[in-house]
Structure formats: structure tokens, C-alpha cells
């Protein structure tokens, strides 16, 4: 009882984690009806506009991403973050500013020439490749911050999943460290796939609660497969070590590690973020393999059928 | 990976027998998607001017001459003892390239619906020799554990190149790729099949082996036979399963340029370049995934993709018909693509690992043929019916939608039963409480 006690304490902290400056956690929905922003009103969080007409005047502000699934957007205010269209019509007014990307992934789009735009524009699928933008010490000081926070924060959460569930986390790890290419295939699968399943439900309005949950249920996988390669790389580095730890000291040190030497990797342009890449899928896809570590995972054993063989199973015999 | 082994052991023989077997596959598979599917439909319609109702029958018929050709060839095959004797198949695939080359080469200058149809039914001919011939030399020249690389390797080559280079769906641009590569191929295949080379004689020894000649999913009869277990049937059905699903649902997107433009007809190469890539990609996963996952997972994320995919199909049309200048979003076209190589990987596959070098040529006819050609013939003719019919082409893709998701329950509940099925046969006589697994 008390251990499942601290994994909801656990659970909420992660959920309390995310409301932060870019409101992860605030999010406001737009379903139908015309909504006008104020002159000067400030909107914080995510912007959903699933149908309706929603106008941003010019002096108004939204503090957060905007995502267009249906419906009509007048924007001639600014947003501190991406917009994303998938359907519906945006109509980008002359003193609109977008201080992120403007992601176009359907829907229509109308623009005016004098319309800002600071990360650019993205159309359909494509990847975009990351800007490589000029380093300040104050940007690489905030930015080294950030990471050693992030990754000791994700240390603490390795410690205490190891500690409460050891076994399941060492399965998760296994897998991922003795199978990385099939965790990685399975994980890059369910990764491309899942994000337009929760995209198709959110779609359907009634279900986007379900989305955001399945959303976060995908985000806490990716998670908790990280932190199971880290712990898996905890024990192994003591095991080199030749020194005795306990497994919670064993993963947080590992997923330290981790996270910091794939935060400095990501500096790297393209090979940064795929290796990154790489290590989500392949923990996101451990996970899936052993269903969260209730199970191990062992591919089929080739030795048995292969020694089950004879001159009988491949010579010709007449009719 | 079984080829890196082969590389390190120096064996030779075996690493340029693996990479022939992927480049002919790789070729022939591209030969298919391209002359025989897209740029028949361009020669009935656009360069003969026959109505759309009389190309598709004659796509019919081509399938249902494939399908019976390829099972009567496998047969023959396996009774000859051609399906353990690679110089044999070496030579049929020869002949098959030969022929191909003829037809590709005669098929821009028919004019006439009648020699059209004599066209069709002599590459459907063709076809149902290549496939027994072709496919069945997998257990010389690709061992076991290496299969769904191999497989992954021929389907991301060839729909890579049919998505970057075939923008424009012309059978004059057809041919002329295609015979690029086929004339240099017919001389060079006619000189290693007709020659004595100690590499093929070495070859030819492979299917001996078991890494290379015992498929996976074999057991042994109560004669002591290796045959391939229950699965293969329903394997076949699934295949069955979902070639339909994919050809019923392509063959109505086919007539919506909205969604073609945007996609696997744009003009810009960066669409067709990401189309391209995502088919690797696809291919890359299910490659890896073949033989290390429950096999039914495999068809679960392929069925459900294709659910998936159809629906957002769906949910875009009204967008479609609203804002028809509006690009519709590549989330479709991936989604399309990723769960097409994944099937085209175990199709490749899957049918060597349920054979012995006895049973290949049968196996493969009846897994290919019957399923994929079958498939495509019945659905070809269901999918003009609809469309000639009026269906509205949501409710097309609906129905679409709601095939697969019926595969996909199927799966699901054999999957839920199996351990009780097998207690059964098993003569379980204890009693159990609830029902596990």
C-alpha cells in the first residue's frame, strides 16, 4: 500500500512537473461558436481549435502553442510558440507574429506578406532541420542549466522506479540493451503510428480527453524506457567498476549519465537529435516488448529447429 | 546478421548468391509495381482510349491467369524435383526476364484493344512462371535467420525507386526504365544460367544446409515429414486479408487526384523522396521485427494501420470537398506506405519459412498467387463496381476501414482462444477454471 502510495505521488508529481511556463498543463479548447480575443488580452497555455471562428486582434497574446484540427482562425496577434495546422483555415493577418514555427500539415492557409514568422514555415511531413542558431555564454549557460536540472530530476524518478520496481525495470532494460535494433524497430513503429491514432481521436472532439491521455500515457512510456536503459547502464558501469551499489544508486547514477552525455551529443546538428532519437525508441520499444517489464523478452531460439534437419527433408524423390 | 557471418567467413559464394537473389527480387518486384500495375492501366486507358470498365477487367484476368498459372507451375515444379535444383530455376527465371523483356519492349507501340489483351495474358503467363521460379530460390540463396532482412532489402529498394522515379505514371516511361535494366539483365542471367560456374555449382549445394533450406515453421507428420505447421493457412488468409484490404482501398484513392497530387502523384521530388524513404523505413522495421516477434503482433500492426489510415482518409473527405486547394496533410501517405512495406516484408518472407527445397515451389505459388493475385482480382473487380456504382468514396473507404477492422478483431480473438484450442487438441482432460491466456 505504501509503495503504491508513492507511485501516485510519483504520477502527479510528473503531471505537476509539466505545468510550467508553457502551460502543458493549461489548455484551452475551442469546439464551435465565435470567440474574439479582447484588445490586449493575454491567453497562457496551448490554444485547441477543433471548430468555430476564433479571432486574435493585434494587441492580444497567446503564451503557448496554437493547434488548428477544424474551424477558422483570424490571427493578427502574437504567439510565443508553434502553430500547427491540420485542418480547417488560418488566416495570418499583417501584424501577426509567431515567435516559433508555423507547422502546416493540412487545412488552408492564408498569409500576409507582412506576417512574421521567426522559425519559419513547415509544410506536410517533412523534417525540418534544426537551425544551427549563434551560441550566447548567457543561451549555453540557461540552456546547460536546464539539462543538468532535467537530468537530475530524471535521476531522482530512476532511483525510486528502481527501488519500488526492480524486476520490471531490469526486464525493460534487458531488452533494450541485448535487443536494441528490435526494441528500436518495434518503438519507431508504435512512435509513428500511436501520435496519429491519438490525432484521429482528437479529431473526433468526444475523445480528446482520451487523446491527451493516451498522449501522456505515450510520453510516460518514452520515460520509463529511458530510465530502465539508464539503470541498466548504472549496473553495468559498477558491475566494470567491480563495485557494489544499491540498484536505486545504480540507476540514478546511470540515467544521469545518460541524459547528460545525450544532451551534449544533441548539440550535434542531424546526429544529435537522432541519436536521441534513437535512444527514445529503443526504450519506448523495450517497454512494449516486455509490457512494461512484466515479461522478458528472448527472441526464438534458431539452435532447435536448425539440428531437426536430414538428407530426407531436402532430396528429390520421384513420384 | 547472417550476411556479416558470411562476409567474415569469406564465404563468397554465398554473399554474391544473397546479393543476386535481393537485386533480381529487387527488379522484378519494381517490374511489377510499375509496368504491370500502373503502366497497364496508362496503355488501356490513355494510349488505347479503352473504357475504364474493360481495363480493369483485363486486371482481372491477368490476376486470375497469374494465379492459376503459378499454382500449375509450382506443381510441376515440385513433382519435376525443379524445386530443389537451382540451375533449373535459374534457367526458368532466364526465361521469365527473356519474355518480359519482349512484352516491355512491344508494349508502347499496342494500339489495338485486342492485341492488348493477347499483352495481358501473355505477361500474366509469365508472371505465374516467375513466381514459383523466382520465389523459390530463396532457400538457395538466403539463409533462414537473414530472410526478413533480405525481404526488407527488395521491397525498400523497389519502392523507393517506384516512388522517386515513376512521378509520371507513363508506360512509354515505363518501359524505358524498365528495359534499361532488363536488357543488360536477360545477357548477364542467359550467361551465369547457361554457363558452368563453380559459384552456381556451389549454389546449387546451399538448400542442403539447414541455414539455408529448413524453414522456420516446419514440424515433423506422424510420417516423419517436415511440413510446414497449421499456420500456413492462415497465414495465407492473412495475406489474403490484406491484399484486399489494400488493393480495394488503393484502387478508389486512385480516382480522388486530390489525394493523389498531394502524394504519390506531386510534382515536387521532395514528397516522392519522403514517400520513398518512409517504404525503407517500413521496411527496415518489419525486416528486423520478422522472426523476433509473434508473427500475429506483425499482422495486428498491419491491419490496424490500415484501419487507422482508412479512417483518416475518411475524416479528411469532407475537409477535402470543402477546401478542395487545400493540401491534404502526409500523415496518410506515410501511414499508407509504412504498413505496405511491412506487409510486402513478410510476403517476401514468410512463404520460405513454412518449406523445405521440396515444397517451396508450391508454397510460394500458393501464397503468392492465391493470396496476393486472388486478392487483387476479386477486389479490382469489386472496387470498379463500387466506383462505377456511384459509392461515395468515404463510404468506400469505410467499408475499407471496416474489413480490416474485422481482420484485425479475428486476429485478436484467435489469438485470445489459441491457448484453450491447443489444451484441446492437446487431450487436456483436467478441468480449468476461467479461461487463461
Keep these: 500500500m505504501r509503495r503504491l502510495r508513492l507511485i501516485m505521488l510519483l504520477i502527479a ?111 506536410g511531413m517533412g523534417v525540418a532541420l534544426p537551425d544551427v542558431r549563434p551560441a550566447t555564454l548567457s543561451s549555453l549557460v540557461s540552456r546547460a542549466g536546464w539539462a543538468l536540472a532535467n537530468a537530475l530530476a530524471l535521476a531522482l524518478l530512476a532511483a525510486l522506479t528502481a527501488q519500488f520496481l526492480p524486476r520490471p525495470v531490469s526486464r525493460v532494460g534487458m531488452a533494450a540493451t541485448r535487443y536494441p535494433l528490435v526494441a528500436g524497430a518495434l518503438g519507431l513503429l508504435a512512435g509513428v503510428v500511436v501520435p496519429a491514432l491519438l490525432v484521429l481521436m482528437a479529431f473526433t472532439l468526444v475523445l480528446i480527453p482520451v487523446a491527451i491521455l493516451g498522449a501522456a500515457l505515450l510520453a510516460l512510456t518514452a520515460i520509463y524506457g529511458w530510465l530502465a536503459i539508464g539503470a541498466a547502464l548504472g ?82 524423390r520421384p513420384a | 546478421m547472417e550476411l556479416l557471418r558470411l562476409l567474415r567467413q569469406r564465404r563468397w559464394a554465398a554473399v554474391l548468391g544473397y546479393g543476386f537473389f535481393v537485386g533480381m527480387m529487387a527488379v522484378g518486384y519494381y517490374y511489377n509495381l510499375t509496368l504491370v500495375q500502373l503502366g497497364l492501366v496508362d496503355l488501356g486507358e490513355r494510349v488505347i482510349g479503352m473504357p475504364e470498365q474493360r481495363v480493369a477487367s483485363s486486371m482481372g484476368v491477368l ?53 492488348f489483351v493477347a499483352w495481358v495474358a501473355a505477361t500474366a503467363v509469365v508472371l505465374g512462371v516467375g513466381v514459383p521460379a523466382t520465389f523459390s530460390m530463396t532457400v538457395d540463396l538466403i539463409p533462414v535467420r537473414d530472410r526478413g532482412y533480405a525481404a526488407a532489402l527488395i521491397t525498400g529498394a523497389s519502392y523507393f525507386a517506384a516512388a522517386v522515379f515513376s512521378s509520371t505514371w507513363r508506360i512509354e516511361r515505363f518501359a524505358a526504365q524498365s528495359l534499361a535494366v532488363m536488357i543488360p539483365g536477360v545477357i548477364a542471367l542467359g550467361v551465369i ?137 502526409l500523415a496518410m501517405p506515410l501511414l499508407y506506405a509504412l504498413t505496405v512495406s511491412l506487409y510486402t516484408v513478410i510476403n517476401f518472407a514468410v512463404w520460405a519459412d513454412f518449406s523445405t527445397p521440396r515444397t517451396i515451389s508450391v508454397n ?59 489444451r484441446q487438441e492437446s487431450g487436456d482432460g483436467r478441468q480449468e477454471s476461467g479461461v487463461s491466456g
Design chain 1, 13 to 123: 508529481a510528473l503531471l505537476l512537473a509539466g505545468c510550467g511556463e508553457n502551460g502543458i498543463a493549461g489548455v484551452t479548447l475551442v469546439t464551435e461558436g465565435d470567440h474574439a480575443f479582447g484588445p490586449g488580452e493575454t491567453l497562457r497555455g496551448a490554444l485547441v481549435i477543433s471548430g468555430g471562428a476564433t479571432t486574435i486582434p493585434a494587441s492580444a497574446r497567446v503564451l503557448g502553442p496554437i493547434y488548428l484540427l477544424d474551424g477558422r482562425l483570424d490571427l493578427d496577434g502574437a504567439v510565443r510558440g508553434d502553430v500547427t495546422i491540420l485542418g480547417g483555415a488560418l488566416r495570418l493577418g499583417p501584424a501577426a507574429v509567431i515567435d516559433g514555427t508555423l507547422n502546416v500539415g493540412g487545412g488552408a492557409l492564408d498569409r500576409s506578406p507582412t506576417a512574421t514568422i521567426a522559425g519559419g514555415e513547415n509544410r
Design chain 1, 235 to 316: 549496473r553495468w558501469l559498477f558491475a566494470r567498476l567491480n563495485r557494489r551499489v544499491s540498484r536505486a544508486a545504480a540507476a540514478a547514477t546511470g540515467t544521469l549519465l545518460l541524459t547528460l552525455a545525450l544532451n551534449v551529443i544533441n548539440l550535434v546538428p542531424l546526429v544529435g537529435p537522432l541519436a536521441l532519437l534513437a535512444a527514445v525508441v529503443t526504450g519506448f520499444g523495450a517497454a512494449m516488448l516486455t509490457r512494461f517489464g512484466l515479461r522478458s523478452y528472448a527472441p526464438p531460439d534458431d539452435r532447435a529447429w536448425q539440428a531437426d534437419w536430414s538428407r530426407a527433408d531436402w532430396e528429390h
Design chain 2, 63 to 115: 490476376a486470375a491467369i497469374t494465379c492459376v498459372v503459378a499454382l500449375l507451375v509450382g506443381l510441376a515444379m515440385r513433382r519435376r524435383g525443379w524445386s530443389q535444383r537451382f540451375v533449373v530455376k535459374l534457367r526458368l527465371a532466364w526465361g521469365v526476364v527473356l519474355a518480359q523483356t519482349i512484352l516491355t519492349a512491344i508494349a508502347p507501340s499496342i494500339r489495338v484493344e485486342s492485341l
Design chain 2, 193 to 329: 544460367a547457361w554457363g558452368r560456374w563453380r559459384i552456381v555449382e556451389s549454389l546449387a549445394r546451399q538448400h542442403t544446409l539447414a541455414e539455408f533450406g529448413r524453414g522456420r515453421w516446419l514440424r515433423r507428420d506422424s510420417h516423419g515429414t517436415l511440413r510446414g505447421d497449421r499456420r500456413l493457412m492462415a497465414v495465407v488468409l492473412l495475406m489474403f486479408g490484406i491484399y484486399f484490404v489494400d488493393s480495394l482501398g488503393f484502387l478508389r484513392l486512385l480516382y480522388a487526384p486530390i489525394y493523389m497530387e498531394s502524394a504519390w502523384q506531386a510534382p515536387d521530388l521532395a514528397t516522392h523522396l519522403f514517400i520513398g524513404v518512409v517504404h525503407v523505413v517500413g521496411a527496415l522495421i518489419a525486416g528486423v521485427l520478422y522472426g523476433r516477434i509473434d508473427s500475429r503482433t506483425l499482422f495486428l500492426w498491419i491491419f490496424g494501420i490500415f484501419a487507422l489510415t482508412h479512417l483518416l482518409y475518411i475524416d479528411r473527405t469532407p475537409v477535402a470537398d470543402l477546401l478542395p486547394n487545400s493540401a491534404p496533410p
Design chain 2, 364 to 422: 510460394a505459388a500458393i501464397g503468392v498467387a492465391s493470396s496476393a493475385w486472388t486478392a487483387t482480382f476479386i477486389s479490382t473487380a469489386l472496387a470498379l463496381r463500387w466506383r462505377l456504382g456511384g459509392l461515395a468514396l468515404d463510404t468506400h473507404l469505410s467499408r475499407v476501414a471496416a474489413l480490416a477492422m474485422l481482420f484485425f478483431l479475428a486476429i485478436l480473438l484467435a489469438w485470445y482462444f489459441e491457448p484453450a484450442i491447443r
